[in-house]
């Protein structure tokens, strides 16, 4: 059984402007404790992640992956960094082994949380076509600092480049995070589709959930926010999660009625919802073909 994964679309949502579609993926880590502000925004990468040691993890969305994230420095001249198509993910803890006992220590990362994290990602990246694979080596931090360590892309391979990387890999930038993050370990978790959960459990996770928009949810209550007829978070929520049916009906039960849904009224929208995948089950390959697969 996966871990559990619950993704808020409402509390921090930064707008932005357009960039192409992302066919890199960028990790980073935050480096401190807590949802970190972002300077209202113009900071804030798309999404941020905060462990759950042994248990999963809590999302912060900030914006939808074709916007401009802000996390990346950007000289005058050379390459453009945040808009270049890159999506941008902040791991909530270090990468900075001195540091180790202070925070969540993400080359260490354990595997409840790292398949969560693979799980959440994974719909974006067959979305759009970003292989599941390193497009250099993650040298530990404080190696990675700077362009010493030889991991930084030079503009031509950062322009061309395909796949996942992290901020030490970014060409007009210093920060050497997520330093050690184990990618070969995150690449398996990506490449085990037994982390995806069945309908099964999609459906009785949705059903023992409070539907709630997402701010009145307690820190530790069950994963499922959907926000309340916002038409646009409510398509961030569907582009995060692969079997996001039950929960658009949900939304749409939710969005009519104007207030939190009975358990009945609950199970009445799951029902409708299993009864549309129906025939959505046969026509499934409808997906982006999978992406290829290299370590
Ligand atoms: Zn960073």
Redesign the pocket.
């Known amino acids: 059984m996966p871990g559990t994964i619950s993704v808020d679309t409402t509390s921090q949502v930064f707008t932005a402007s357009r960039q192409p579609d992302p066919d890199l993926c960028l990790i980073?880590?935050t480096e401190v404790w807590g949802w970190p502000p972002y300077a209202g925004g113009g900071e804030a990468p798309h999404v941020t992640v905060k462990p759950i040691p042994g248990k999963g993890i809590a999302v912060r969305v900030h914006r939808p992956p074709t916007d401009v994230g802000k996390?990346?420095a950007n000289r005058p001249g050379g390459v453009e960094t945040n808009r270049r198509g890159v999506w941008q993910l902040?791991l909530m803890g270090t990468c900075d082994p001195s540091r180790k006992d202070e925070l969540y220590y993400w080359p260490d990362a354990d595997d409840v949380v790292l398949s969560a994290l693979a799980e959440f990602v994974r719909p974006t990246l067959v979305r759009f076509r970003i292989p599941f694979r390193a497009v250099a080596p993650f040298l530990p931090y404080p190696k990675s600092y700077g362009s010493k360590g030889g991991q930084r892309l030079s503009f031509t391979e950062w322009n061309t480049a395909r796949g996942i990387c992290g901020?030490q890999h970014a060409p007009e930038n210093d920060?050497g995070?997520?330093g050690a993050f184990p990618i070969a370990r995150f690449i398996q978790h990506l490449n085990q589709e037994d982390d995806m959960p069945s309908v099964k459990e999609l459906v009785d996770a949705l059903l023992s959930a409070k539907v709630v928009p997402a701010p009145m949810l307690g820190e530790r209550e069950q994963l499922v926010a959907i926000p309340r007829s916002e038409e646009l978070s409510m398509r961030w929520a569907l582009e995060a999660r692969d079997n996001a049916i039950q929960a658009r009906k949900l939304a749409e039960a939710q969005a009519l009625k104007g207030k939190a849904l009975t358990k009945d009224e609950v199970k009445a929208a799951l029902e409708e919802a299993l009864a549309e995948s129906v025939d959505i089950e046969a026509t499934l390959t409808v997906r982006p073909a999978a992406p290829e697969v290299t370590q």
């Open positions: 980073h880590t996390s990346l902040e901020h920060h995070d997520p």
